[in-house]
């Protein structure tokens, strides 16, 4: 009985010291994440000057619309009548009639401003990401039309599931407090 | 512009590639007269940070109840209702990201990515778990988790598993375990989130793979408790093995065992383990050369997996987009296939040689040499330990529930009928004080 006991308190001091390396280790995990850390968070974002516009945003989400979405960088833009972003390669007519129309959901907004300039504009609320209108305008026009993450849409999925799928790897983690890597004058960096 | 001009202007561009040239106008802006204010980008926030923080609070909260439920109010309804709110807010309202089983992954990463560093609401995530665990068990598992939690709300006939089956399974948890900290290690993917089994019923969408793996496992989970938890969840086997040094376990009867087996039939995991004795007089002698038959195999076993995990090293390294791109692009420079992909067309765009990523890809697999290598060796290690800890027989006299396997759900203490005695007591403690 005596040696049985000396045996559970070796086997005891063998558990509390294992016991204590665990919390000891955990621990130091949890200290050195901490003090790496020097930001609050990180988002996902797409670096508009990889992006070749594949239409993986639109298909790849995990959200049903797209959490992607195209913008304007207005300063950038030509305000063309002839828009490669806007119409077909080989439009009937230069307007707004559909047939003419490249974005297959209607979402870009062409506005006369004056002449011979047209102010085109997303309605995002019909934008599905699939990019025909940022390919054409950056392949033919000023590449002011491009492809963003918008963070009142996207869940910040740990692994974001169109990053896994982007030929291009043009999804980074950016700075919560930065969270849009923008064309042109705007982009900060 | 007549048609036929636009035509060749269309074609001529079509066959220069340049996508991705930085800062060219094609049209300079236009100088407005009509006073027309250019507009600017709409950028709206990203979630607000302190969200992620009351996130963590909750989970803390949720896991201070949790403790208290099991193990002092010892009450399985209480413990359900805390499970279902953990699975409507930590599942459906915050939509199972942040999770502690992703932010394995996560740590990871800080660890061997020096570019990268954890979000602090994620490391809480990571470590609180573990450190009531240290100190109260599975209490995360049991009534916290919420893929724990849609299982445990399926769950409607439970059948038993048996023992050398679910060990084997096991393995496979080990393994996948092994496999998240390998690609997150090496930068190449965050395989525990992409297959996440369960996140595509929190969000009410998903790839329908994902789907599909999510609804045959909940099918499993009628009569198979818990299937991801126990054969694959990569934070549970964590947390099992912290679980064996646990301070406080789940006791499942308040006084002393009348062993009825009550509880045993009742626990859907298959946690709990009889009484037994020495070996029988006859099994002793086979059962000792076997342990030493498992002692020899044991080093065999670690170098095996280990040489078997550096010769799987190129295919693990496929993993990685670079490396995945470098095959495409050496394919395709080699005439070894016609056409060009997404992928060797984006990688031209940017305008780097051949040589630069063949070196990165070159690079990425070394370290996937080291990397596949360690995993293989982790995967003997653990089969070939899990082979002489079974072998090995400990003596019990109760019925007792394995703190390893037990998920704290608090199901056997309204089994056992000692348990109703000393509720029966309280009952009449209380009615006597009023």
């Not at chain 1, 919390?23 to 992006?51: E, F, M």
């Not at chain 2, 789907?211 to 934070?235: E, H, M």
């Not at chain 2, 003596?395 to 394995?402: I, L, N, P």
Request: proline share 5%.
């Amino acid at each position: 009985m005596a040696d049985k006991q000396e045996n559970m308190t070796r086997r005891s001091f063998l558990r509390e010291g294992l016991w204590g390396g665990c919390l000891v280790g955990t621990g130091a995990a949890a200290g050195l994440s901490v003090a790496r850390n020097n930001r609050d968070n990180y988002v996902w974002q797409i670096d508009p000057y990889k992006c070749i516009a594949c239409g993986n945003c639109m298909t790849h989400c995990v959200l049903e619309d797209s959490a992607v979405k195209c913008v304007q960088a207005y300063a950038m833009c030509g305000y063309c009548d002839l828009c490669t972003g806007y119409l077909v390669p080989e439009p009937k007519a230069l307007d707004t009639a559909a047939e003419n129309a490249l974005c297959p959901t209607g979402a870009i907004k062409r506005t006369y401003v004056e002449d011979p300039y047209y102010e085109y504009t997303i309605d995002e609320s019909l934008c599905n990401a699939c990019g025909k209108c940022v390919k054409g305008c950056t392949v033919f026009g000023n590449g002011s039309l491009f492809l963003q993450v918008r963070h009142d849409r996207c869940k910040n999925c740990n692994e974001c599931a169109i990053a896994a799928a982007c030929p291009s790897q043009a999804f980074k983690r950016v700075p919560a407090d930065q969270p849009y890597l923008l064309k042109g004058a705007d982009r900060k960096e | 512009m007549t048609r036929f001009a636009r035509a060749i202007v269309f074609w001529m561009t079509l066959l220069i590639p340049c996508m991705g040239t930085q800062g060219e106008i094609r049209f300079p802006p236009p100088e407005f007269e009509s006073g027309y204010q250019l507009p600017g980008t709409t950028t709206p926030a990203a979630q607000p940070v302190w969200r992620e923080y009351v996130d963590a609070a909750v989970l803390v909260a949720a896991l201070l109840l949790a403790s208290y439920l099991i193990h002092t109010r010892r009450s399985r309804r209480a413990v359900f209702v805390l499970m279902i709110a953990a699975l409507i807010y930590f599942g459906f309202v915050r939509d199972g990201c942040i999770c502690p089983i992703g932010a394995i992954q996560n740590v990871t990463l800080t660890l061997f990515d020096s570019g990268y560093a954890i979000p602090i609401a994620a490391a809480i995530f990571f470590v609180v778990p573990l450190v009531f665990t240290l100190f109260c068990g599975r209490v995360f598992c049991g009534a916290v988790c919420p893929l724990g939690a849609i299982q445990d709300a399926v769950l409607i006939h439970p059948v038993a598993v048996p023992r050398w089956l679910e060990s084997g399974l096991r393995l496979l948890a080990y393994a996948y375990l092994g496999a998240g900290v390998l690609f997150a290690a090496t930068g190449s993917a965050f395989l525990i989130c992409r297959y996440d089994p369960f996140v595509g019923f929190f969000r009410l969408g998903a790839n329908w793979n994902i789907l599909a793996v999510g609804a045959c496992l909940l099918l499993i989970g009628l009569f198979v408790g818990r299937p991801y938890c126990r054969f694959l969840c990569p934070y549970g086997v964590i947390l099992r093995n912290l679980s064996r040094l646990a301070k406080r376990r789940v006791t499942i009867t308040p006084t002393e065992c009348i062993q009825c087996r009550l509880c045993e039939n009742v626990c859907p995991f298959g946690a709990i383990r009889e009484p037994t004795g020495d070996w029988p007089e006859g099994e002793y002698r086979i059962a000792k050369r076997r342990l030493a038959l498992f002692l020899v195999l044991f080093p065999i076993l670690v170098a095996g997996g280990a040489w078997g995990g550096y010769s799987l090293r190129n295919q693990f390294a496929r993993m990685h987009p670079k490396v995945r791109t470098a095959e495409r692009v050496y394919l395709e420079e080699t005439a070894q296939v016609e056409g060009t992909t997404d992928v060797s067309d984006a990688f031209r765009a940017t305008g780097q040689t051949t040589d630069a990523l063949y070196a990165d890809a070159t690079q990425i697999r070394s370290r996937f040499a080291i990397g596949g290598t360690l995993f293989g060796g982790f995967i003997g290690l653990v089969a070939g330990g899990k082979l002489i800890v079974l072998s090995v027989r400990r003596r019990r006299t109760v019925y007792e529930a394995d703190p390893a396997s037990c998920f704290a759900c608090g199901r056997c203490y309204k089994a056992c009928p000692k348990e109703h005695e000393r509720l029966a007591k309280g009952a009449k403690a209380e009615a006597r004080r009023a």
